[in-house]
Structure formats: structure tokens, C-alpha cells
């Protein structure tokens, strides 16, 4: 029964209500700007979930999935992989300035497989020097990542504008790709296979993270690599597994987003998927599945949002206000459930941080650092 009243505390007060009060804040929000609030959210459900805005939504899912499982890998294990954007832009570069030429010159299947180990390997070059300080020297991996975004956003701009760069434009793009050699359309419809790649692969990832040792053992390390030393893990691979598996899946939703659906990547670009979605990877509470129909929802934001807002007269910046109210109402009922009695507590759900984040002992810090020895002995 206690169970069960957590359960539905975890999706009604956790999930749910910032999801809720969000829409009803950013509703005034619009009327105060002259707008219809119920018009746009009717506006946004139909023109993101009928005839040709469904496809548009289920595409954007890809990569937005992706990015998620990205960020769940990282953030289950405690680590802060922040750099997520340096991770697609680099990775959107490189895949977009070689794909015309690789798929002239090789068959489509084996061009398609050198441009995803391309993309996974400049994911996890961007995610090792962050893996590595962070696993021998214990340096914190949100500045690292954070430094490493912005060299990889610094050289993706570099390489668009130079050797990428399409001659026959003035605007600094690369070429773009032939319609024959993006990823194929599912059958009778306008949605790319990327979609279900990406479904497949979020549910994979939930089977290891779940039902499989490699996923107690990530676990272990977020709750305390002090624990996960003293129970056999080698801390040290171990953080450098997840960082550059996490990088990997990031640079992977480039590769789906710029074959499936653009064809070529502009400098100075951003679609900032990572800051947008970081919100629904907490409520799913770190979950690949629960994320797929949070990531869905915003799917369908972004997709009739864009009309919506045009219809209404108001600007498009209105829909990341509404991720930014998503997430100030998280912070909001996680302040007040930290202030509550047992009782209460337990009817407000499970916290969004797992046991350990913010609370690491310097013994858990000193046991990072004696992690490969201790490791080694129990291996």
C-alpha cells in the first residue's frame, strides 16, 4: 500500500504538477501579452499530434532521445556531463562535411556505417579528457566538459567556414546531402527510420541500466564510489565508460538529426537540445523509458509551438519559458519537500536527486582517486 502511495505520489506531484502548473503559468503569461492562452494550447496539440505535425513531431523525437539517454547515462552514474553541446555540434560538423563525399565514392550502406563510427568516435574523444581528469586527478567534470564544449563548438564553427564549407553558397554551410542518401522514410509516411532506431536503442539502454550488472554497477558509483570500490568496481574505467558512452549517444543524435532531417549543418548554429530537454530527464527520474513520453511531449511543443505562438502574435522564445517554468517548479517542490515532515515527504514522491549527488564525502572523493588499485585487487 506505502508502496503503491509513493508510486502514484512519484507521478502525480513529481511529474505531473510542474508539468501543470508550468502550462497554467506560462498561460498568464501569454494572456498578459494579448494572446488567447487556451487558443495557443489548443493551436499547439493539434497542429503537433494531427496529419503531417505528428511526423514532424515523431522526428524530432530522434535526436532528442538520444540526447536524453546521453544525459540519463552520465547523470545515473553522478556525473555532470555538461559539455553535451560541444558533443552534437562537432559531431553535426563532421558527419555533414563528409557525408556528400563518402556517399559518392562508397556504397550507401558501408558510408552510413563509417559516418556512425565517425560520430560515436568524436563523441567519446570530446568525452575522454573530462572521463580521465575526473577518474585521476578528481577534477571537476562540469568545468572540464564545460571547456570541452566550448573548443568542440570553436572548431565545429572553424571546420563549417573552412574545409566543410559549400563553395557554391555564401552562407558558411556545408554541402548539402542528396535526398537519395538520407536515412530512408519508414513506409507510407514522412518519419525516418532514425525514429526507430532511437526507440530501440532507448529501450536497450534500459534493459543494461536495469536488469544487467553494468547497471547496478553505474548505480553503485552514483550513490558512492566509496561503495562501488569496496564491492569489486573499478571506479576509475568505470567513469570513464559512462563519460565517453554518454558523449557517444549525444554525438549519435547528430548523426540521426542531420540525416534524417537537415541534410547540412550551418555555423554559428545551436538547437540547443540539451538545455531544453535537461528538465524531462529528471522527471523521468533518470529512466530511458519514462523519458520516451516526456520527450514526446516536448516533441509536440516544439513542433506546434513554433505556429502556435505565429498564429497568437507572440514571440516563439515563449516555449522556452515554458521549459524554464517546468523547471523552476521542480526546484520549487524539491525545496519544499526537503522542508516537509516524514509524512508529508513521503506523499510528495521521491526526490529528482538521486542518494549521493551534491553529497559526496571526501572519503568518496579519496576512493575515486585509490579506485584502480582497489578494483584491480577484487578483479
Known amino acids: 500500500m506505502r508502496k503503491s502511495v509513493g508510486r502514484v505520489s512519484d507521478v502525480l506531484v513529481r511529474t505531473v504538477a510542474p508539468i501543470v502548473l508550468a502550462l497554467?503559468?506560462?498561460?498568464?503569461?501569454?494572456?498578459l501579452l494579448g494572446a488567447d492562452p487556451f487558443m495557443f494550447y489548443a493551436n499547439v496539440w493539434q497542429l503537433g499530434t494531427q496529419g503531417a505535425g505528428l511526423q514532424q513531431s515523431l522526428t524530432a523525437m530522434a535526436p532528442l532521445l538520444l540526447v536524453a539517454l546521453g544525459l540519463i547515462i552520465?547523470?545515473?552514474?553522478?556525473l555532470w556531463n555538461l559539455g553535451y553541446g560541444g558533443s552534437y555540434?562537432?559531431?553535426?560538423?563532421?558527419?555533414?562535411?563528409?557525408?556528400?563525399?563518402?556517399?559518392?565514392?562508397?556504397?550507401?550502406?558501408i558510408a552510413l556505417?563509417?559516418?556512425?563510427?565517425l560520430a560515436i568516435l568524436t563523441g567519446a574523444l570530446l568525452g575522454i579528457v573530462p572521463a580521465l581528469l575526473k577518474a585521476y586527478k578528481g577534477t571537476n567534470e562540469v568545468i572540464t566538459s564545460l571547456m570541452m564544449s566550448f573548443i568542440a563548438i570553436s572548431v565545429a564553427n572553424l571546420l563549417i567556414r573552412g574545409v566543410f564549407k559549400d563553395p557554391s553558397v555564401s552562407v558558411p554551410q556545408t554541402k548539402v546531402l542528396d535526398?537519395?542518401?538520407?536515412?530512408?522514410?519508414?513506409?507510407?509516411?514522412?518519419i525516418h527510420i532514425g525514429v526507430l532506431v532511437s526507440l530501440v536503442i532507448m529501450c536497450i539502454s534500459h534493459y543494461v541500466l536495469t536488469k544487467t550488472s553494468l547497471g547496478l554497477k553505474i548505480d553503485?558509483?552514483?550513490?558512492?564510489?566509496?561503495?562501488?570500490a569496496h564491492a569489486g568496481v573499478n571506479v576509475r574505467r568505470l567513469i570513464v565508460l559512462v563519460f565517453v558512452c554518454s558523449s557517444a549517444m549525444i554525438a549519435l543524435a547528430a548523426l540521426?538529426?542531420?540525416?534524417?532531417?537537415?541534410?547540412?549543418?550551418r555555423a554559428e548554429w545551436n538547437p540547443g537540445y540539451g538545455d531544453k530537454i535537461l528538465p524531462f530527464v529528471f522527471l523521468a527520474r533518470l529512466s530511458p523509458l519514462a523519458a520516451i513520453p516526456l520527450v514526446g511531449l516536448y516533441s509536440v511543443l516544439a513542433t506546434g509551438g513554433v505556429i502556435a505562438a505565429q498564429r497568437a502574435g507572440i514571440s516563439v522564445d515563449v516555449l522556452s519559458v515554458l521549459v524554464a517554468l517546468v523547471l523552476f517548479f521542480m526546484v520549487a517542490i524539491e525545496f519544499?519537500?526537503?522542508?516537509?515532515?516524514?509524512?508529508?515527504k513521503q506523499l510528495m514522491g521521491r526526490s529528482y536527486l538521486r542518494r549521493g549527488l551534491f553529497g559526496r564525502t571526501q572519503a568518496d572523493r579519496a576512493d575515486v582517486r585509490r579506485a584502480d588499485a582497489k578494483g584491480a585487487q577484487h578483479e
Request: hydrophobic share 60%.
Open 74 to 78: 552520465a547523470f545515473r552514474a553522478q
Open 256 to 265: 540521426v538529426d542531420m540525416l534524417g532531417l537537415w541534410g547540412y549543418s
Open 24 to 31: 497554467v503559468a506560462g498561460g498568464l503569461l501569454i494572456a
Open 220 to 228: 553503485m558509483l552514483g550513490a558512492s564510489p566509496r561503495a562501488a
Open 336 to 344: 519544499l519537500a526537503s522542508r516537509a515532515t516524514p509524512k508529508t
Open 113 to 117: 556505417l563509417a559516418l556512425v563510427l
Open 179 to 190: 535526398l537519395g542518401n538520407m536515412l530512408p522514410f519508414i513506409s507510407g509516411t514522412q
Open 89 to 109: 555540434l562537432l559531431s553535426a560538423a563532421v558527419v555533414a562535411g563528409l557525408a556528400p563525399d563518402l556517399f559518392a565514392r562508397l556504397p550507401y550502406v
